[in-house]
Nanobody
Framework: VQLVESGGGLVQPGGSLRLSCATSGVIFSIGTMGWYRQAPGNQRELVASIFRGGGTHYADSVKDRFAVSRDIAKKTVYLQMNNLKPEDTAVYYC??????????WGQGTQVTVSS
């Protein structure tokens, strides 16, 4: 399994970014794809998930601003981030989870929200 994130960068408050997670060796129907983030000094936290059947879940802090989606044909998962805030600054990681003891991580992509 390989997960490769892209799309991070520097954006002003109120701006938008779309992160992509290109996968190989992943079968979407047997696990959950998730986006996590980790800011300096903080624990890694779950931002959004898309489940095997396509249902989604969001952290309260990003509801109504972020949207997770997947393109099964392209084997890619996306995180559309709108109305970004400085507190969204973090390294964002893609995750594929089959179980608590069987999960995979990407290398992360930096998102910086600053004027």
């Amino acid at each position: 399994v390989q997960l490769v994130e892209s799309g991070g960068g520097l954006v002003q408050p109120g701006g938008s970014l779309r992160l992509s997670c290109a996968t190989s060796g992943v079968i979407f129907s047997i696990g959950t794809m998730g986006w996590y983030r980790q800011a300096p000094g903080n624990q890694r936290e779950l931002v959004a998930s898309i489940f095997r059947g396509g249902g989604t879940h969001y952290a309260d802090s990003v509801k109504d601003r972020f949207a997770v989606s997947r393109d099964i044909a392209k084997k890619t998962v996306y995180l559309q981030m709108n109305n970004l805030k400085p507190e969204d600054t973090a390294v964002y990681y893609c995750n594929f989870k089959i179980s608590s003891w069987n999960q995979y991580w990407g290398q992360g992509t930096q998102v910086t929200v600053s004027s």
